[in-house]
Nanobody
Framework: VQLQASGGGLVQAGGSLRLSCAASGRMFGNWAMAWYRQPPGKQRELAARIIRGGTTDYLDSVKGRFTISRDYAKNTVHLQMNSLKPEDTAVYLC?????????WGQGTLVTVSS
């Protein structure tokens, strides 16, 4: 399984970005998909997750601003990020898990200027 993330970039505070993570290889609908982020000099944290059945989970600081969604037909997960803040600046990483299997994509940098 390979995960290819895209969509990062530089945006002004208040702006929006949409991240995409395309999965290739053998995956099934019951895989959990997530976006983690690692701000500069800080620990990695879970930003958003979507599990089987479409249940979603968000970091408190992004609730109401970020939306994670999944396209099962294209094996792609998206993260729509609205009302971005400078503190959202981070490397965003895609993650897929179906225990005992776990895969990480490469990071995509999101920079939010004030």
């Amino acid at each position: 399984v390979q995960l290819q993330a895209s969509g990062g970039g530089l945006v002004q505070a208040g702006g929006s970005l949409r991240l995409s993570c395309a999965a290739s290889g053998r995956m099934f609908g019951n895989w959990a998909m997530a976006w983690y982020r690692q701000p500069p000099g800080k620990q990695r944290e879970l930003a958003a997750r979507i599990i089987r059945g479409g249940t979603t989970d968000y970091l408190d600081s992004v609730k109401g601003r970020f939306t994670i969604s999944r396209d099962y037909a294209k094996n792609t997960v998206h993260l729509q990020m609205n009302s971005l803040k400078p503190e959202d600046t981070a490397v965003y990483l895609c993650h897929a898990v179906n225990k005992p299997y776990s895969y990480w994509g490469q990071g995509t940098l999101v920079t939010v200027s004030s």
